[in-house]
Nanobody, 123 residues
Framework: QVQLVESGGGLVQAGGSLSLACAAS????????TGWFRQAPGKEREFVAG???????SYLDAVKGRFTISRDNAKNTVNLEMNKLEPEDTAVYYC?????????????????WGQGTQVTVSS
């Protein structure tokens, strides 16, 4: 059974930084696309960043230049470095493993999800 476990969330002041990690078991993340999504209260889950099997990256416009997604193949993890955080970034962040090797912003194309980690940015 594939399991994804996120870590690294927390509370930070606006302008600060956080690093999230997504660790996988029973699936090699370098063989499929991995995405980070977020969901704020009362809102739908939205794509934040993704990395394809070949290493191509894709970002939500609102986080371009502030967030960086990367993959550590040796550790089988996908990381999300978040800088210059804003209160609008407050949400539960989820990592997902897609059933495709190409980047996708469609949640339905992800077949495994982590339990989520809370990111709170205070103003």
């Amino acid at each position: 059974q594939v399991q994804l476990v996120e870590s690294g969330g927390g509370l930070v002041q606006a302008g600060g930084s956080l690093s999230l990690a997504c660790a996988a078991s029973e699936r090699t993340l370098s063989t499929t696309a991995t995405g980070w999504f977020r969901q704020a209260p009362g809102k739908e889950r939205e794509f934040v960043a993704g990395i394809s099997a070949s290493g191509d990256t894709s970002y939500l416009d609102a986080v371009k230049g502030r967030f960086t997604i990367s993959r550590d193949n040796a550790k089988n993890t996908v990381n999300l470095e978040m800088n210059k955080l804003e209160p609008e970034d407050t949400a539960v962040y989820y990592c997902g493993s897609a059933r495709t090797f190409l980047n996708t912003r469609t949640p339905a194309l992800y077949d495994y999800w982590g339990q989520g980690t809370q990111v709170t940015v205070s103003s």
